[in-house]
């Protein structure tokens, strides 16, 4: 227990320190996480005016934020998480579980029968620092990510997800490539250097 503490301080003062952090506070981003995703928006071109996006994962709700600034008053922003959120302007916050037929219905309520511009998912298990239970868990979101997307984008949307590099990676890439035209890894340089994280873009969904 003294151990797990000990990890804990130390995660705390790191974070503090992050100029990330900091530089998103100053913003009035509630995250660092925000700058990962304007990376790969300027990139990618990710996000246009009167879009429709789903971002699972949403808490604490940067990605939401700056979706919201880009889609413009006539585009639709829903974030999804098992957390509470506190309200956003312009956006519509689901608590639940994505898998489950309550929050599904909420979403397809909220979408009006309308399919989705682009799926955004920066979805992480927490880290038990064991990397056989950890990359499953992660692998296992992502996976789920992916059939939410095939099941809602519209043809030629783009899917982006938060992947961890390790075991089920390619075998993932492979089965995203049998419904999208192209697929690519990123590493924004907000993701942290000795994170195995990268995003994983998906564009032109194949229905």
């Not at 928006?41 to 700056?66: F, I, N």
């Amino acid at each position: 227990m003294a151990g797990r503490t000990k990890r804990g301080r130390r995660w705390v003062e790191e974070h503090e320190r992050d100029p990330w952090v900091q530089r998103a506070r100053k913003a009035g981003w509630r995250s660092r996480a925000v700058y990962k995703l304007e990376e790969l928006d300027q990139k990618e071109s990710l996000l246009g005016r009167g879009m429709k996006v789903v971002d699972l994962g949403a808490a604490p709700g940067a990605w939401c934020q700056y979706a919201a600034r880009k889609v413009g008053e006539r585009g639709t922003v829903i974030g999804l998480d098992i957390l509470p959120m506190d309200p956003l302007p312009g956006v519509v916050l689901l608590q639940g579980d994505f898998t489950e037929d309550s929050v599904l219905n909420d979403l397809e309520a909220a979408l009006d029968g309308e399919k989705l511009d682009l799926v955004l998912s920066d979805m992480a298990p927490n880290i038990s620092g064991m990397a056989a239970v950890d990359q499953p868990r992660s692998m296992y979101l992502a996976e789920l990510a992916l059939a939410f997307a095939r099941d809602h984008l519209k043809p030629g949307g783009v899917f982006v997800t938060k992947v961890f590099q390790g075991e089920g990676f390619d075998e993932f890439m492979k089965d995203s490539r049998s419904s999208f035209e192209a697929v690519r890894t990123r590493k924004p340089a907000a993701s942290r250097d000795r994170s195995r994280e990268v995003y994983l873009v998906a564009r032109n969904y194949r229905v």
